[in-house]
Nanobody
Framework: QVQLVESGGGWTQTGGRRRLSCVFS???????????YRWYRQAPGKERELVAG???????NVSDAVKGRFDIYRVNAQNTVYLQMNSLKPEDTGTYYC????????????WGQGTQVTVSS
């Protein structure tokens, strides 16, 4: 089993920045099998959407909605994945979830509990 704990949410003024953290812990062998690290978000009344992802090898993809403003990176020594959010907009408001996936015929997904981000002027 793998546990994910997000932190760093809160209120930010429009145009500001915030960094979210996701700390991984649990079974070492399971942790080593993770090959995708992702951040999702869900705004009130909307479906959960992918924000950014990074593979174990380091390949990054970022959604068009946040491209150029958000960045995802992982610090292996800390077992932590970060989401750096810059130039925040009110439409970035939502609950942000960390996800870890072990790919395969039957992929395994682990989720954090979510952290709330609110952006307003």
């Amino acid at each position: 089993q793998v546990q994910l704990v997000e932190s760093g949410g809160g209120w930010t003024q429009t145009g500001g920045r915030r960094r979210l953290s996701c700390v991984f812990s649990g079974n070492v062998r399971e942790l080593q099998r993770i090959d995708w690290y992702r951040w999702y978000r869900q705004a009130p009344g909307k479906e959960r959407e992918l924000v950014a992802g990074q593979t174990k090898a380091g390949t990054i993809n970022v959604s068009d909605a946040v491209k150029g403003r958000f960045d995802i990176y992982r610090v292996n020594a800390q077992n932590t994945v970060y989401l750096q959010m810059n130039s925040l907009k009110p439409e970035d408001t939502g609950t942000y979830y960390c996800n870890a996936q072990i790919s395969g015929v039957n992929p395994v997904n682990y989720w954090g509990q979510g952290t709330q981000v609110t952006v307003s002027s």
